[in-house]
């Protein structure tokens, strides 16, 4: 039970960057609500209470149906200012230095709000964690892999008067039979204009999606990827590569793509030499941000204070920030487990 209570504390205190965290997927009921009031929009729910209890899912989708209905509330600038600092504040609490988030503009343009208004409102929270509460970020602008291609060559069209503010771009929505090839092209030019690449593959989605990932999006870090375990060959390729994997133990969980976090993949991709990095994914969704993912996957599998170590120091090195930048968080880390 000691020693219990010390590695929570420990996983506390940690310094760690959270590389797999969908900015959406931060919105708390509580300021859906409020926001929502603010800009006279109805929400399918009565209360907080009767909404958090629809957040019971048997799969992907059924989350994805529940998490569009929420964005409907974000209408002006200040509602993505918000949603994104009070995950930065969070964040700060949990002793993230540096997160890259996600952000799906394609969720947002379809409802006829302006892609600047979203990218601003993010952009702006961003810009000031880095002012007033020392946080590093980049920003990921994830497709809708659900949607058509010319889609998403459209969104990555509209980005380009806001490239500087972006520094990748990922895939991410519905997975089964939206494979990573229906985009082959749009990564291309993507890849051309000088964005880093990532994309969700190997959730549902079956180890195949994990390879085409790699070899025809060309990605830089692959989103959960925890599929790949059922293709030894493709397992061999990610560690070739020293490919990261944004792992999420708890959307995994309550995803249903493991049905107990004791059976969780997390330790024996470990084992088999995969770069895996713990993050949160949809965190006012899936009942925890990034410590308690720690925390809870800790536990199941029994993991050990060096396996915490390498998976915070894994965070830094899998991050895209440059090598000065990625050992002066190292040093950082190192300062605490000293
Ligand atoms: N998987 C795929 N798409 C998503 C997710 C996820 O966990 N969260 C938000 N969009
Ligand atoms: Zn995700």
């Known amino acids: 039970m000691r020693a219990k209570n010390y590695l929570k504390k420990f996983i506390e205190g940690i310094p760690k960057a959270e590389l797999h965290l969908h900015i959406e997927g931060t919105f708390e009921p509580e300021l859906m609500f409020k926001i929502a009031k603010r800009n006279g929009v109805n929400l399918d729910y009565k209360n907080i209470e009767e909404l958090k209890r629809a957040y019971n899912f048997s799969n992907l989708q059924e989350f994805l149906n529940i998490y569009y209905a929420g964005c409907n509330v974000l209408i002006n600038e200040v509602d993505f200012y918000d949603m994104t600092w009070e995950y930065l504040k969070k964040a700060k609490e949990q002793n993230i230095l540096h997160t890259e988030i996600m952000f799906d503009p394609q969720t947002h343009t379809d409802r006829g709000i302006m892609f600047a208004t979203v990218i601003t409102g993010i952009h702006k929270a961003l810009t000031d964690a880095k002012i007033k509460l020392g946080i590093t970020s980049k920003l990921i602008m994830s497709f809708l892999r659900h949607l058509p ?153 029994d993991l050990s204070k060096e396996d915490i170590i390498q998976l915070a120091g894994n965070s830094f090195k899998a991050s895209f920030l440059n090598k000065i930048e990625k050992s002066q968080m190292m040093n950082k880390l190192k300062e605490f487990t000293d």
């Open 149 to 301: 291609e010319d889609s998403a060559f459209e969104t990555l069209g509209q980005a380009v008067p806001f490239k500087d503010w972006i520094d990748a771009v990922g895939l991410d929505s519905s997975e089964l039979g939206h494979p990573p090839s229906k985009f082959e092209r749009v990564f291309q030019k993507a890849k051309e204009e000088g964005y880093l690449i990532v994309a969700h593959a190997g959730e549902e989605g079956p180890a195949e999606y994990v390879t085409e990932a790699l070899e025809l999006l060309q990605v830089d870090r692959i989103d959960h990827g925890n599929r790949c375990l059922e293709d030894i060959a493709v397992v061999n390729d990610l560690v070739e590569r020293r490919m990261a994997l944004t792992v999420c133990p708890l959307s995994n969980l309550k995803l249903r793509v493991v049905e107990d976090l004791t059976k969780h993949p997390l330790k024996e991709m470990l084992d088999k030499g995969l770069f895996v990095t713990i993050n949160s994914d949809d965190p006012a969704y899936f009942g925890g941000y990034i410590n308690e993912n720690y925390i809870e996957i800790q536990n199941a599998l």
